[in-house]
């Protein structure tokens, strides 16, 4: 399995851009999570779900930030409009409904001018 | 409020020794913990897990343990070599219907040959 993939890689965009960041879970996995990594606040869960459904947003900053998985083997992130302090790296995770292992993805760094 | 405590001061040891990481946690009442290892400009991996109900996970030179008196856990990396050296991160479960993981600040461990 290829694990799982994240694009892009590295985002850098100006303040007021809207971006998207892209998941694809490994195949037959039904939970997926997003975090948001700093230096500042460490790893933190934006949102996770569970077979396309969210589950719990609470850790989703504010309005500007949204996400949806539309099938089971794609979500986004969306961050509209975007500003320099979501300059983060963003992980996707994704587990197996009898496993509690996280497998994360490489990350989107991003970068707001 | 939660709190979930790593020592924030890097770990330097030498090459053989036992690496010992610590993490504390207040206001939690976890129904199990999970130890991360991250490198440099990657995802967390997944090294163990312990239920509330353990004491002690094995695997290989890694070795954790749990005490939910003292609210700690302890995780142990015998005859340390320097590939061991990342970032190592703990998290903590709420209960065992939901994955939201708390993460904390992590560790890094520095194993010098």
């Known amino acids: 399995d290829a694990g799982v993939i994240q694009s892009p890689r590295h985002e850098v965009t100006e303040m007021g851009q809207e971006v998207t960041l892209r998941c694809k879970p490994i195949?037959?996995?039904?939970?997926l999570f997003w975090y948001r990594q700093t230096m500042m606040r460490g790893l933190e869960l934006l949102i996770y779900?569970?077979?396309?459904?969210?589950?719990?947003d609470s850790g989703m900053p504010e309005d500007r930030f949204s996400a949806k998985m539309p099938n089971a083997s794609f979500s986004t992130l969306k961050i509209q409009p975007s500003e320099p302090r979501d300059s983060a790296v963003y992980f996707c995770?994704?587990?197996?409904?009898?496993?509690?292992?996280?497998?994360f993805g490489p990350g989107t760094r991003l970068l707001v001018l | 409020s939660q709190k979930i405590e790593q020592n924030s001061e890097a770990l330097n040891i030498q090459e053989g020794k036992t690496a010992t990481l610590t993490c504390n946690y207040t206001?939690?009442?976890?129904?199990?913990l999970q130890w991360y290892r991250q490198d440099p400009g990657r995802g967390p991996v997944f090294l163990l897990l312990?239920?509330?109900?353990?004491k002690e996970k094995r695997k290989e030179r890694l070795k954790v343990t749990f005490d939910t008196t003292l609210k700690q856990s302890l995780f142990h990396i015998t005859a340390s070599q320097p590939a061991d050296s990342a970032t190592y991160l703990c998290?903590?479960?709420?209960?065992?219907?939901?994955?939201?993981?708390?993460f904390g600040s992590g560790t890094r461990l520095q194993v010098q040959p």
């Open positions: 779900f569970n077979n396309n459904v969210p589950i719990d």
């Open positions: 206001n939690y009442s976890p129904a199990y």
């Open positions: 195949s037959g996995h039904d939970y």
């Open positions: 995770a994704s587990s197996y409904h009898s496993q509690e292992t996280q497998y």
């Open positions: 998290a903590l479960a709420a209960d065992t219907g939901r994955r939201a993981l708390t």
């Open positions: 312990i239920r509330e109900n353990e």
